[in-house]
């Protein structure tokens, strides 16, 4: 039996910046295998349109057993394990090819939410006991994060794959360019995490910490 895949994707810088943590982590961990499977990273477009075609594209092409997307949400302090994607964008800025959809849902033929079938509680339980900072979010926005996380849960709806998304903090570099600076967590660390949230996914452990807290708040 061969190797299966795994597709890891992440997103081209967008709203002013040069560099996107989501495709540097995404593009580090290409052709690492990890737990008998082989990671292939994809660089979306940060655009409406050209996203979901791209994460069409490499489902098509790889099949892959289990899925993770990332984003990055600046201003967020840890790792944000995603909970529910949305049928809605409502984009605060514009897109990268200068789109700015409002009010709109994702699809017309489709529900107003999908969960994440990856085990959100075990990696973040995971995450904390390894050191990183992480948490649970019941929002991924309203911009092309969401969009891309609930186009691919609903292509994946009932195929007994796991997928879902994660949001990554800005990168040092990053925040030192904002005033006040943001957040931010360095990109060796943000490695290291994701590497062990796809160990998790793969290892069947989806049982969380007993006295799960209350959080996940939504944000933007």
Same mark, same amino acid.
């Given at each position: 039996?061969?190797?299966?895949?795994?597709?890891?994707?992440?997103?081209?810088?967008?709203?002013?910046?040069?560099?996107?943590?989501?495709?540097?982590?995404?593009?580090?961990?290409?052709?690492?295998?990890?737990?008998?499977?082989?990671?292939?990273?994809?660089?979306?477009?940060?655009?409406?349109?050209?996203?979901?075609? *791209?994460? &069409?594209?490499?489902?098509?092409? +790889?099949?892959? $057993? @289990?899925?993770?997307? #990332?984003?990055?949400?600046?201003?967020? /302090?840890?790792?944000?394990?995603?909970?529910?994607?949305?049928?809605?964008?409502?984009?605060?800025?514009?897109?990268?090819?200068?789109?700015?959809?409002?009010?709109?849902?994702?699809?017309?033929?489709?529900?107003?939410?999908?969960?994440?079938?990856?085990?959100?509680?075990?990696?973040?339980?995971?995450?904390?006991?390894?050191?990183?900072?992480?948490?649970?979010?019941?929002? *991924?926005? &309203?911009?092309?994060?969401?969009? +891309?996380?609930? $186009? @691919?849960?609903?292509? #994946?709806?009932?195929?007994?794959?796991? /997928?879902?998304?994660?949001?990554?903090?800005?990168?040092?570099?990053?925040?030192?360019?904002?005033?006040?600076?943001?957040?931010?967590?360095?990109?060796?660390?943000?490695?290291?995490?994701?590497?062990?949230?796809?160990?998790?996914?793969?290892?069947?452990?989806?049982?969380?910490?007993?006295?799960?807290?209350?959080?996940?708040?939504?944000?933007?």
């Amino acid at each position: 039996m061969g190797l299966m895949n795994i597709l890891l994707t992440g997103f081209e810088p967008f709203g002013g910046e040069v560099i996107n943590p989501s495709w540097e982590v995404a593009r580090s961990l290409h052709g690492q295998v990890i737990a008998g499977s082989t990671v292939h990273a994809r660089c979306l477009p940060t655009t409406f349109v050209g996203a979901p075609q *791209a994460l &069409a594209d490499a489902l098509a092409v +790889l099949k892959p $057993e @289990l899925v993770i997307a #990332l984003g990055q949400a600046s201003g967020r /302090s840890e790792v944000s394990i995603e909970r529910v994607a949305v049928n809605l964008i409502d984009a605060r800025i514009a897109d990268n090819v200068g789109e700015r959809p409002l009010d709109t849902p994702v699809r017309t033929d489709a529900p107003a939410a999908y969960f994440s079938t990856l085990p959100v509680k075990a990696i973040r339980d995971g995450l904390r006991a390894a050191g990183h900072p992480a948490g649970l979010s019941l929002s *991924a926005g &309203a911009f092309v994060c969401n969009q +891309l996380f609930f $186009e @691919l849960q609903h292509r #994946l709806a009932g195929r007994g794959r796991m /997928s879902g998304f994660i949001h990554l903090p800005a990168l040092p570099e990053q925040a030192a360019r904002t005033q006040p600076s943001v957040p931010s967590m360095g990109l060796a660390a943000q490695i290291d995490a994701i590497k062990l949230a796809i160990a998790i996914s793969l290892s069947g452990d989806a049982q969380p910490a007993a006295g799960d807290p209350d959080e996940g708040g939504p944000t933007s």
